[in-house]
């Protein structure tokens, strides 16, 4: 069983759109040269598109992982989170720190039965170790909610950083830690600062859009002292097709149950599920 915990899609009005924002972003900060030599989308950023890369990449179950990047967006974003829910594609609601309504949208989330949501620092402009941000976590720390969040740098966004791995640190003053997933491995880019200051702790993180950047013995060390029952996999795509994200991570000489963990066992488990398959 293999379930994709970090993946993105659009309505499909405005996929074509969104993605083009994204893709200039990422134009911008990266260069031409460097958009030009990746496949950065395989196929429409929508649900229609997600259910074929599903189909062929052998992804059982997706979560989908919305973003708002204005407070106002926050009650259309999760109500389109709400009408994609189906047994092979799970998503996630979506909050901005900065939305004066923080504590009845998370309450009504949970009600509605959603399992978390994703913030985007650096999107968000806001610390993951500032008070907003924290007053978010310990809400959803009581309703049971998990909170995933981009960590690290970001490909298509200037520094500074909101969600390095010493202000994730910061968090774990303040909060427990165990339904937090830190994407990216911990940190995009970053992963020297993930091992001095995250690894170990009760943090999860996912493997999403790593492959391409980490080296293999980095991502494994980094797995095996931080625990593979703490580690997700999550390709983010459209960036990235789960199949290479597969590919990579069979490549590092992980045993069967740490692969069973990551593949799986692990999503399975956060999510309050037993493997029905
Ligand atoms: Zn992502």
Not at 30 to 46: E, F, N, V
């Amino acid at each position: 069983m293999l379930i994709d915990f970090h993946t993105h899609i659009f309505p499909d009005k405005i996929a074509a759109r969104s993605v083009e924002i994204l893709l200039a972003g990422m134009r911008r900060e990266q260069g031409d040269a460097y958009c030009d030599s990746q496949t950065l989308i395989y196929r429409p950023a929508t649900l229609g598109g997600l259910l074929d890369s599903m189909a062929q990449t052998g992804v059982d179950r997706s979560i989908c992982l919305p973003i708002a990047t204005k407070p106002e967006q926050t009650e259309s974003i999760n109500r389109y989170a709400e009408s994609v829910q189906s047994e092979k594609v799970l998503s996630f609601g979506t909050l901005h720190p900065a939305d004066p309504d923080w504590d009845r949208v998370l309450g009504s989330l949970a009600e509605r039965g959603f399992r978390g949501i994703k913030l985007h620092p650096q999107f968000q402009l806001s610390d993951i170790d500032s008070p907003e941000c924290i007053r978010i976590i310990k809400k959803c720390a009581a309703l049971g909610l998990l909170v995933m969040f981009h960590a690290g740098a970001d490909i298509g966004l200037p520094p500074p950083l909101y969600a390095t791995p010493e202000k994730i640190s910061h968090v774990l003053a303040e909060t427990e830690g165990s339904n937090l997933i830190a994407a990216h491995l911990g940190g995009w880019d970053m992963w020297d600062d993930v091992e001095r200051y995250l690894v170990g702790t009760p943090i999860l993180f996912d493997t999403a859009f790593i492959w391409k950047f980490i080296s293999p013995a980095q991502c494994r060390r980094i797995i095996r002292t931080h625990g593979a029952e703490k580690i997700l996999f999550g390709s983010d795509s459209p960036w990235e097709d789960p199949a290479d994200t597969l590919r990579f991570l069979q490549s590092l000489g992980l045993t069967e149950q740490e692969t069973d963990l990551i593949t799986h066992e692990n999503a399975l488990r956060i999510l309050g599920e037993t493997e029905t398959a």
